[in-house]
């Protein structure tokens, strides 16, 4: 995750780095760090805060969007975890899935293909 990706969602949960750092288990400095560019953004902390967002915005998943597999009109979807799962507003989470690059990669491979994605990218807006 991109350091802007990750102070614009602070931002949208209306939290301070300092209230960051509790929300997330973590110390200030670190939240520091990750904003400044001077440490990665571990993906395990990436993936918390997508789903965070995502609680956020779906009002505690009561607020469903669209599944993935009508706004993309998924072929694959009977052989994909996030079908099989029921989770089409949250398939960058799950791993498994079957969209174009996401295919047989690893977690870390995947958020590469979902952060391009505009399911994972419509939590932004
Ligand atoms: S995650 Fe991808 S492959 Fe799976 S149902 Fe959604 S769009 Fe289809
Ligand atoms: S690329 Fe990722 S976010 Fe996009 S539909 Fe596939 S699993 Fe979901």
């Not at 288990?25 to 993906?43: D, F, M, N, T």
């Not at 398939?91 to 391009?116: A, I, L, N, S, Y």
């Amino acid at each position: 995750m991109e350091k802007e990706s990750f102070v614009l969602i602070r931002k949208k949960m209306n939290r301070t780095q300092k209230q960051l750092a509790e929300l997330l288990g973590v110390s200030l400095k670190a939240i520091h760090s990750y904003e400044q560019g001077w440490r990665k953004i571990p993906l395990h902390i990436e993936r918390q805060l997508w789903f965070l967002i995502y609680q956020k915005k779906t009002k505690g998943g009561k607020k469903k969007t669209q599944p993935c597999w009508e706004r993309k009109s998924c072929e694959m979807k009977n052989e994909c975890s996030a079908y099989e799962f029921q989770c089409g507003d949250m398939c960058w989470f799950v791993c498994g899935t079957k969209c174009d690059c996401t295919r047989d990669v690893d977690v870390r491979e995947k958020m590469q293909v979902c952060r391009k994605c505009k399911i994972l990218k419509s939590l932004l807006k």
